[in-house]
């Protein structure tokens, strides 16, 4: 006879609330240390990567300690999937945001007021209102928690103003442990964050996931690209598609639908109602595609996006990193896949040099533009990049385009100096195609018109095409030695390093573009199907079945599958065919509360 598990109803340890509310049997990491750390009342920053359980570091000492943990959480989305979340979990906790209606929202106030709640979720703006302070100045605070907490720094890359105001809670409540998490912060951001909140202690984890395979392509007809992206993808999975402009995220969602794919948009400007029901269904349905400027993503815990797109360049590697993490949070392979041009450089440094920032900051702005580029040219492991980017070492991957597919290099002294020569000597106020032209001894209008067919390097640049020198100028413009100069109509210039090159001329190893561009497209559809993990087929099909049971029972309690059961969980379930709801309980992300009100279900599944 199937019986459930007892469990002790005294006080829970930390490790008994891993595993009888989360469902797992040991901590990651520093997870333990930054846990005892809270409990025990100090503070510290922690930075770790998406997918790493940041959130268990404050939500187990909130369950564990009396009072309750106060959660700062820039996004009502985010707040209410951790809610939603928690409370399958048999966790007591809530979210005080705009979104709720009166009823609600007092009946939220009286739970906190009587000591209710182990956490509770508020926006920094509400965090800082008089009625909600008096109401911490009356009741026990396990801890603060401060999410997002890059955006809590002007040199963070999602900077925002009300997250300063949160500063003012380890002035109010100093003996109240505070914890600051994120997954991304530059040197000058982490620095920033320990100052601003006064944190004696930074755990760093480092920035590496594994899981997700890199890939960048240059751009050649986007469309067409991004449609052999997706048929190298497998049925029902659920990606995101960034793009630069509003106009372009909805022109991209409509142009997917038409080839069948279940795309939504989602923007700013988007009406509200549309806006919240698009970003329901992608967190509720399979195989949905959320077609995005960067307003979507941060308030998203959605474990399973198996991909995510760029279609056009981020402002920098931190907002790059943090977007392409909203991948394979759940830790199961999935993809990042970038198309790029010139043009999309210009635009980024046409928006730093037209925004009312302090010069300072434009500087720091193209300096990191600037190593996004480097990124996107670089002919070693990209993961080796970002994480040098970031101060963490890390051995070549094997798991980007650059590892799989060596890229060919080779000595571009001799064609940079070419490239350099005659952009000196048209003037420096032409774009690269003009200039490529002269390069190649094309005659035109143009060109006969300002006698550039006459001048030493007209016809010098025979021993690569179009395709080749436009990579060659990309890549300059990524050692430094160009720049695009949007004020003269993108006209390319050189820059101080790139005279000194000219008059030094020392070997420079340069790389060459596949002769195919659509060839890294067709590449980056590595396998991501969670069910390919199994080798059996019949644990594949298995695997299948409990996937859909998993949806009937989201739909019937109007929550997203993953709160129901994780793929990871789905997966293990299928390698341990567990027979009895002892057997079930050890199923790592099971837990006591998921066990009670689904583990029979799953039994009757796995046992045919």
Not at 251 to 278: F, M, V
Not at 304 to 323: C, G, M, S, T, W
Not at 461 to 481: D, M, P, T, Y
Not at 588 to 606: A, C, I, T
Request: glycine fraction near 8%; include cysteine; aromatic fraction near 8%.
């Amino acid at each position: 006879m199937n019986v459930l598990p007892v469990i002790d109803v005294a006080p829970l340890s930390p490790k008994d609330v891993l595993s009888s509310v989360f469902g797992y049997d040991a901590f990651r990491g520093e997870q333990e240390q930054i846990i005892a750390d809270l409990i025990a009342g100090k503070s510290c920053g922690v930075l770790m990567p998406t997918g790493s359980g940041k959130s268990l570091c404050y939500q187990i000492p909130s369950i564990c300690m009396d009072g309750t943990g106060i959660i700062v959480s820039p996004l009502i989305a985010l707040m209410n999937d951790q809610v939603i979340a928690l409370r399958e979990a048999g966790v007591k906790a809530s979210a005080l945001h705009s979104g709720l209606d009166q009823a609600d929202m007092w009946a939220t106030l009286d739970d906190l007021r009587n000591g209710m709640l182990d956490l509770i979720y508020v926006a920094p703006e509400r965090l800082v209102h008089d009625s909600f302070l008096d109401i911490l100045d009356h009741i026990k605070i396990a801890l603060f928690a401060i999410d997002e907490a890059h955006c809590i720094s002007q040199w963070g890359h999602d900077f925002r103003p009300d997250y300063r105001q949160v500063s003012l809670l380890r002035t109010r409540y100093p003996n109240v442990p505070c914890i600051a998490v994120t997954a991304t912060a530059d040197n000058a951001t982490r620095k920033d964050i320990v100052e601003r909140l006064s944190l004696p202690k930074l755990y760093v984890a480092g920035f590496d996931r594994p899981n997700i395979t890199y890939y960048v392509s240059i751009k050649d007809n986007p469309r067409s690209q991004v449609l052999r992206f997706l048929k190298a993808r497998n049925d029902g999975e659920s990606g995101i598609v960034y793009c630069l402009s509003r106009r372009k995220v909805e022109d991209t969602a409509q142009w997917l639908t038409e080839k069948g794919y279940k795309a939504l948009p989602y923007h700013a400007r988007l009406d509200s109602k549309i806006r919240a029901n698009n970003q329901e269904r992608f967190i509720k349905e399979e195989g949905v595609i959320m077609v995005a400027t960067i307003a979507f993503g941060m308030g998203i815990d959605k474990p399973d996006v198996r991909f995510v797109v760029h279609l056009d360049l981020p402002k920098n590697i931190e907002a790059y990193y943090q977007e392409t993490g909203r991948a394979g949070r759940d830790g199961l392979p999935s993809v990042a896949w970038m198309v790029y041009g010139l043009q999309d450089l210009a635009l980024q440094r046409q928006m730093i040099e037209g925004s009312e920032s302090p010069e300072e900051q434009k500087r720091i702005e193209r300096q990191k533009l600037t190593a996004l580029l480097g990124y996107c040219e670089s002919a070693t492991c990209r993961r080796q990049v970002l994480l040098n980017y970031f101060d963490d070492a890390g051995d070549s991957c094997g798991n980007c385009d650059t590892c799989l597919h060596p890229p060919e290099t080779f000595d571009g002294s001799i064609s940079a100096q070419k490239l350099l020569s005659c952009i000196l000597r048209t003037g420096q106020i032409y774009g690269g195609g003009y200039v490529i032209d002269v390069l190649l001894g094309k005659t035109n209008e143009r060109i006969e018109r300002q006698g550039h067919e006459n001048l030493s390097t007209f016809g010098i640049g025979n021993e690569h095409n179009a395709k080749e020198w436009q990579s060659l100028i990309r890549q300059l413009v990524a050692c430094g030695f160009l720049y695009v100069d949007m004020d003269a109509h993108g006209a390319i210039k050189i820059t101080h390093d790139g005279v000194a090159f000219l008059k030094s001329k020392p070997m420079l190893q340069m790389r060459l573009d596949p002769k195919s561009l659509g060839e890294s497209s067709a590449r980056s559809g590595t396998k991501t199907d969670p069910a390919l993990l199994l080798e059996d087929e019949a644990d594949q099909a298995l695997f299948m079945v409990l996937k859909a049971l998993r949806m009937d029972i989201a739909k019937e309690n109007n929550v997203p599958p993953y709160v129901v059961f994780h793929d990871k969980t789905l997966i293990e379930m299928v390698l341990q065919k567990p027979s009895t709801l002892m057997a079930m309980n050890e199923v790592p992300g099971v837990g006591r509360s998921k066990l009670e009100k689904y583990g029979q279900l799953f039994l009757n599944k796995l046992q045919g």
